[in-house]
């Protein structure tokens, strides 16, 4: 097989991602990794389908990346997919199978917890785990006349006797100087816009980076560490450097949401961030642990430029804390740590689930009470939606209870009877209800504090982008407020 031009080998997103706010960096670091050694490629995203292409709705962006495939015929098609997303990407497969000839390659979490099933749905290679080393000498072997797969660590295949082969593991590898993301293949313009979708609830021009790789916790419900380990490695301060100045300087990118799954791990690592951040004069979010952010680190953090911390609490009930997600952390912790933040003048992100294996309808009436109690700027408020690879799918789901067409109806804010092993009597009225008050008491906090709105109009150029958001968020909050009062009024 020979690769003569980029549309050779070309990765895809599933269709919806194509109007997220937040790019997919596993993909764009697989597309940087894969030039950088000498085999360019496309993403098949807003860019690649012209500089006016906007998402037209899951069904037709499908149908627009498949025309276009078929258009391109690459020989190799990479797919990422998450496991809410993993039906759709099977269908893709399957329907561009029909259409032409090509090697289909599917890596991410999902593909990584499930590399024979996914072989049986129709893929031909699995990455498993970390995709860049992998992806690479894939490509590199499928040019040989005669490849032989079997050498190839973290992958499977179905060999020419049928079987399903599953390789030895790879190691993980030494991201100090790895290469940049492939920023130039996606549309950038669209992910740096001004929003408040990146840092959230924080309108301002933002990118996202990955300072570090790896998890050393295991909490049950997640499966991220199936794919960068438990070990937590780190790029070189100069390599975080040269990205965010990159994303600064070309991009007009105001401010950076680190998508490290716990950035206060090591003290010295956040240290240098800071120093990073304070030097570029950019302002910054992170992902932390509320047992691992101490008065100096956040009095630090904040004296960087640091707007917001997101805290995934997941639960009031110290139970389903203990028991159920293996949080290692007590709620009096999490009370500590939000104080604090408020202290500084940090904002707080609270991530919750509802529905966790067997949560009672007193336990989750706690997870609300406590969410009120914390006063969080943001919050995301879901629905536990089991995941595989993760010890709750592994302990309460039999094997092949669940397949990959039952996601097709589910995302993290709409239940399944199938997935739901909680003792809440009704999951989704109950959901639903409960967005709805803490969204409230988050848009009457917006109203109340907008000093800092005010100080990123003066610190900041676009301002006239910058006014023009503002009105229209001050427009939907006066009309959210005007329905409130009108609600009032008709009450009386």
């Known amino acids: 097989m020979k690769f003569d031009k980029p549309t050779d080998i070309a990765l895809i997103l599933p269709p919806h991602r194509l109007k997220d706010i937040r790019y997919s ?15 360019d490629n496309v993403i098949l995203e807003n860019r690649f389908f012209g500089p006016d292409y906007e998402y037209r709705g899951r069904d037709q962006t499908r149908e627009d990346i498949i025309n276009k495939l078929v258009e391109i015929k690459p020989k190799i098609i990479g797919f990422t997919s998450s496991t809410i997303e993993i039906y759709e990407v099977v269908a893709m497969n399957r329907k561009l199978k029909s259409e032409f000839n090509f090697i289909s390659i599917i890596g991410g979490p999902h593909a990584t917890a499930l590399p024979k099933e996914m072989i049986n749905l129709g893929f031909n290679f699995i990455v498993i785990g970390e995709g860049e080393a992998t992806a690479l000498e894939l490509v590199r072997e499928l040019q040989n006349e005669n490849p032989d797969f079997s050498k190839i660590k ?14 030895e593991s790879r190691p993980l590898m030494d991201i100090a100087n790895l290469s940049l993301p492939a920023y130039d293949k996606i549309k950038m313009e669209k992910y740096t816009k001004m929003s408040d979708e990146v840092i959230r609830g924080v309108p301002i021009k933002a990118a996202v980076v990955m300072a570090s790789r790896g998890c050393p916790y295991v909490c049950t419900f997640c499966a991220c560490n199936r794919v960068y380990g438990h070990r937590v490695r780190y790029r070189s301060m100069i390599n975080i450097k040269q990205e965010i100045q990159h994303l600064r300087d070309k991009y007009n990118v105001e401010g950076i949401w680190f998508a490290d799954d716990t950035m206060t791990i090591s003290k010295e690592h956040i240290k240098n961030i800071c120093a990073i951040m304070k030097e570029l004069k950019m302002f910054w979010g992170a992902q932390a642990r509320v047992d691992l952010a101490d008065e100096k680190i956040i009095k630090l953090m904040k004296d960087s430029g640091c707007l917001q911390l997101d805290f995934g609490v997941e639960s009031g009930s110290q139970r389903i804390l203990d028991e159920i997600v293996n949080k290692k952390v007590k709620l009096e912790q999490t009370k500590t740590t939000f104080a604090l933040c408020k202290k500084y003048g940090i904002r707080t992100h609270a991530s919750f689930m509802l529905g966790l294996p067997t949560e009672t309808d007193s336990e989750a009436a706690e997870t609300l009470k406590f969410a009120q109690k914390l006063k969080p700027n943001w919050y995301a408020f879901g629905i536990f939606t089991p995941l595989p690879g993760t010890e709750l799918y592994e302990k309460y789901y039999a094997p092949g209870e669940i397949t990959h067409d039952n996601y097709k109806e589910v995302t993290f804010h709409k239940p399944s009877k199938k997935f739901d092993k909680s003792k809440i009597t009704d999951l989704a009225a109950l959901h639903a209800k409960w967005r709805q008050i803490l969204w409230e008491g988050i848009k009457w906090r917006e109203i109340f504090h907008p000093l800092l709105f005010i100080k990123l109009l003066v610190v900041l150029p676009n301002k006239v982008e910058r006014l023009r958001y503002y009105g229209f968020k001050f427009r939907r909050l006066g009309k959210y407020v005007w329905n409130k009062i009108g609600l009032k009024f008709s009450l009386k």
Do not use: F, K, W
């Open 154 to 167: 973290g992958i499977a295949y179905r060999n020419s006797a049928g079987e399903i082969i599953v390789n």
């Open 25 to 39: 960096l596993g993909l764009l670091y697989i597309a940087g990794y894969l030039r950088d050694h000498g085999y």
